[in-house]
Nanobody, 118 residues
Framework: QVLLVESGGGLVQPGGSLTLSCEAS????????MTWYRQAPGKERELVAG????????NYADSVKGRFTMSKDNAKNTVYLQMNNLQPADTAVYYC???????????WGKGTLVTVSS
């Protein structure tokens, strides 16, 4: 069974940090383009960060550049999103998405809620 399970969300004060995890089962993350999305209340889901399969290069939305870092641990079949200097505008449900580029096969996790508030 294919699963993507996000964890690590919670309530944090502005300026604080959180690390999100996305653990995959049923497939190997090293063969998929892994991405993080988020959806704030009343807004469309947006791409936050992505990592290629071959080079491991990462790309970030302008709104999170310099604050968020995406990484991957192939041995744990898990990707991470380190989020620093969090701001209220970062409040959203964060989702993990895996894409097998060759076929377009896509998997989504159910998301984890990040709330940034004082």
């Amino acid at each position: 069974q294919v699963l993507l399970v996000e964890s690590g969300g919670g309530l944090v004060q502005p300026g604080g940090s959180l690390t999100l995890s996305c653990e995959a089962s049923g497939f190997t993350v090293s063969r998929y383009t892994m991405t993080w999305y988020r959806q704030a209340p009343g807004k469309e889901r947006e791409l936050v960060a992505g990592m290629t399969t071959t080079t491991g290069l990462t790309n970030y939305a302008d709104s999170v550049k310099g604050r968020f870092t995406m990484s991957k641990d192939n041995a744990k079949n898990t990707v991470y999103l380190q989020m620093n200097n969090l701001q209220p505008a970062d409040t959203a449900v964060y989702y993990c998405k895996a894409i097998f580029v060759t076929t377009g096969t896509t998997y989504w996790g159910k998301g984890t809620l990040v709330t940034v508030s004082s």
